[in-house]
């Protein structure tokens, strides 16, 4: 149960949503947690560090400039490639997700609009200061991460 153990406390981290790769990720970890040894284990290691390494790629917050670099590197990547000349994109064009500063802006992110309530008591189940009564409505990155990794977004 370590490696499932020290998923949850990485996905909760960095706010990975639910999905099928991130359910891929505590396969291998459960794999990996029941079975210690030999070429299996090894290969369940490596398919395991891989893919931590692209969550942290694509879910560690990015300053507006490294989204910009980030975004050359792939462009000149793509025009080396295929020869197709893309067009630039102005700097003020990028969209940023910002982070939820209050309760109210976590659950309209998610699709949980009607229901608030859902999401601070999934809050209040790790941080009792968010009690369904609570009157504090701000959250931390830590607990937006928190709500981001264990409630499904609604579309």
């Known amino acids: 149960m370590a490696m499932i153990e020290a998923t949850w406390t990485s996905v909760e981290c960095l706010g990975i949503p639910d999905s099928p790769m991130r359910t891929v990720l505590f396969e291998l970890a459960r794999f990996m947690d029941d079975n210690r040894d030999g070429d299996e284990w090894v290969l369940a290691s490596a398919g395991y560090m891989a893919m931590w390494k692209e969550f942290q790629e694509q879910f560690t917050p990015k300053s507006p400039l490294q989204s910009q670099v980030d975004h050359l590197k792939v462009v000149r990547e793509l025009e080396e490639m295929t020869g197709i000349r893309i067009p630039e994109i102005p700097g003020d064009q990028f969209a940023l997700r910002l982070t939820p500063e209050t309760v109210d ?29 609570s009157q504090l409505h701000f959250v931390s990155k830590k607990q937006v991460n928190y709500v981001r990794a264990h409630l499904v977004q609604r579309v």
Request: hydrophobic share 45%.
């Open 105 to 133: 802006d976590l659950a309209i992110e998610l699709g949980y609009a009607s229901d608030i309530a859902m999401v601070r008591n999934l809050l209040s189940q790790r941080f009792p200061e968010h009690a369904n009564n």
